[in-house]
């Protein structure tokens, strides 16, 4: 017998979370494509899986630039949307309101962007997994603006499950995960903040890409799960 062999694409999946998802999909039955901006940071990536994944770059921020890749693209089934960004940090008496727009223009819209742009030929018996965080679920001090942002992607999923039906739609909000999205500051301040959260998580630890990629594969796969918002921090939300 043949075995039926799906693809999924992943939005922003030249690292971290993104690049982690591609590792653990891509197989004998999933074929994947990661896409990406740099196309520097992309070929590595792409090497990294042994070429076992497809890549194409472009920005996703920029709609010419996604429909053309969703027009060339065909038919497939999976959509994870692990574009990020960074706006919104800091405390809110000094939070630099404009930021909270950029932050939206730099995750939410793209993520948005790229599902609306694929609907035509994504798979309507498949699935679509976005990438949020759990500062939109935490009450702690300086997140009010990221908080805001990823809380608009936990709003939507299951809006858009209902809709777009009966194609899945979940999302997965990660906690504090060591990814280059950290990257931004000193080793030195990031091992600091990493042993904090450490401290404050029950597990013991911070995250690692592998652990969203899990939460991720499982949403893909489960064809009996969708408008879900499946947290993975450790249980950071319960303690901070």
């Known amino acids: 017998m043949t075995q039926t062999i799906q693809h999924t694409v992943i939005i922003g999946g030249s690292s971290g979370i993104g690049l982690a998802t591609a590792r653990k999909l891509v197989g004998p039955g999933m074929k994947v494509t ?15 899986l042994d070429g076992m994944a497809e890549k194409a770059a472009f920005d996703a921020s920029k709609p010419d630039e996604v429909k053309r890749f969703f027009s060339e693209l065909g038919p497939f089934d999976h959509l ?59 009450s702690m001090p300086g997140v009010a603006g990221i908080g805001a942002i990823n809380g608009m992607l936990l709003t939507v999923a299951p809006i858009l499950a209902v809709e777009l039906k009966p194609l899945r739609v979940n999302v997965v909000a990660p906690g504090v995960i060591d990814t280059p999205w950290w990257d931004f500051l000193p080793d030195e ?24 990629a ?24 319960f303690a901070a």
Do not use: H
């Open 34 to 48: 990661i896409t990406g901006r740099s196309p520097e940071r992309l070929k590595s990536a792409w090497e990294s």
């Open 80 to 138: 994870v949307l692990a574009a990020s960004g960074g706006k919104g940090l800091g405390p809110f008496e000094t939070l630099d309101l404009a930021d909270i727009g950029a932050g939206v223009e730099e995750k939410v819209r793209p993520q948005l962007s790229c599902l609306q742009a694929a609907l035509p030929t994504l798979n309507k018996s498949g699935s679509v997994t976005f990438i949020s965080a759990v500062s939109a679920q935490v």
């Open 189 to 212: 301040q990031r091992q600091a903040i990493f042993a904090e959260y450490a401290g404050k998580t029950p597990v013991g630890r911070v995250g690692q890409a592998q652990d969203v």
């Open 214 to 237: 899990d939460a991720i594969a499982f949403l893909v796969s489960n064809g009996f799960m969708t408008g879900q918002v499946l947290t993975c921090d450790g249980g950071l939300r």
